[in-house]
């Protein structure tokens, strides 16, 4: 073989390099031959005379069944339980951990996250950190014929595997449309005052447990974690109007408590007073009563003096009359019967001022 001067061989194809062939290691010689006596083997146990012998058969098929029920094992996680059907029939539920079953197509599994707690929206759809509004499933009517704008979600897990799986579809979508009608029921005999203020837990604790109550009764095997009420607002078409609506509404209820409170104050007073007013006339008539007996009751006894003894009686009456009638008038005594020419005068009223001035102190005179 040419060479040129370089060392490098042209060859009958021209110019290029000449690689010589690697070497197989030592032990790579050992393996192929291991490899062929094997197979030389397995020829002299299976095959005789081109045919496979009855031991290496059954050998063939016992490797092929061992390897068949061997694929029967399987591993239940912690979170999850499994349902074992034989020939698509339930026949029973595994725990979590290493079980077996015997393989395809006699037994299946079908292993089920129990402990994932799923979610459903109603009325809206978040999508990131947006959310978009489904007017078609807020919009319900209210008990006293309003339209509220409702939107809500519902929290669900699975409580039995074997339910669960064969007597739901779509369990997401039995979950909406169960829960939607649940609160189209409650929203339906609620106010909407109601429903905007103080009744929002009662709706949610009565929706979910109507919507608990029907998934028992379908057999679902889905146990409601929670119902929790996102929005609930008049349609956005007429929420200033509403608004308006309320507030007047507000202004009503105000307005008629100040009325109540006034005529809780007012009323109790005038009943007061007119019980006032009527023991007082029953007090004046009792009193004009009595002193008119007493009057009566006097004349009476002055009548029966005055049969007894009647000049007596008659002066007696004279000087207690005049007594009465000039208790309260200036008096002046004048003697007319006196010769002297002097009139004797006689000021009574000024006799009996005089001891009254005399008891009063003299004024001091001033100091010097």
């Keep these: 073989m040419p060479w040129d001067k370089d060392g490098k ?11 010589p062939p690697p070497k197989k290691p030592e032990n790579q010689n050992e393996l192929d031959e291991l490899i062929q006596k094997s197979r030389e083997r397995f020829k002299d146990v299976f095959q005789q005379g081109g045919n496979y012998t009855p031991f290496g058969i059954l050998l063939i098929i016992g490797i092929i069944l061992f390897g068949w029920l061997a694929s029967g094992f399987y591993i239940v996680d912690a979170k999850e339980e499994a349902v074992v ?11 979590p951990g290493l079980h077996y079953r015997f393989p395809f197509p006699v037994e299946k599994i079908i292993k089920i ?8 929206q109603v009325g809206l759809r978040t999508v990131g950190n947006t959310y978009r509004e489904v007017p078609q499933e807020s919009l319900m009517l209210t008990g006293d014929e309003n339209i509220v704008d409702i939107s809500f979600e519902v929290q ?14 779509d369990p997401e979508s039995t979950v909406k449309s169960v829960a939607e009608s649940a609160m189209r029921e409650v929203i339906g005999r609620t106010p909407i005052a109601s429903a905007l203020a ?32 996102r929005k609930v607002d008049p349609p956005g078409a007429v929420i200033d109007s509403f608004r308006d609506v309320q507030t007047a509404r507000a202004d009503m209820e105000r307005a008629r ?11 109790p007073r005038a009943r007061g007073d007119a019980e006032r007013i009527l023991q007082d006339a029953e007090a004046y008539k009792n009193e004009v009563v009595a002193r008119a007996q007493g009057e009566s009751q006097r004349f009476l006894s002055v009548y029966d003096k005055y049969k007894d003894a009647k000049d007596v009686t008659k002066k007696r009456i004279y000087l207690e009359t005049m007594e009465q009638v000039l208790s309260g008038m200036n008096k002046i005594v004048v003697d007319t019967s006196s010769k002297s020419g002097v009139v004797p005068y006689l000021p009574l009223n000024d006799i009996k001022r005089a001891p009254k001035a005399a008891a009063q102190p003299a004024p001091q005179p001033a100091a010097q």
């Design 198 to 229: 103080e009744g929002k837990s009662v709706i949610q604790s009565e929706a979910q447990k109507l919507l608990q109550d029907t998934l028992d009764n379908y057999e679902a095997g889905i146990e409601i974690v929670a119902l929790q009420l």
């Design 156 to 169: 669900w897990r699975i409580d039995d595997v074997k339910n669960f799986v064969f007597k739901v579809r």
């Design 9 to 19: 061989n042209n060859g009958p194809w021209g110019k290029g390099s000449f690689t």
């Design 85 to 95: 059907m034989r020939f698509g029939k339930f026949h029973r539920s595994a725990t």
């Design 257 to 267: 408590n100040e009325a109540e409170t006034y005529r809780n104050d007012i009323l």
């Design 113 to 120: 996250p129990v402990t994932t707690v799923n979610s459903v």
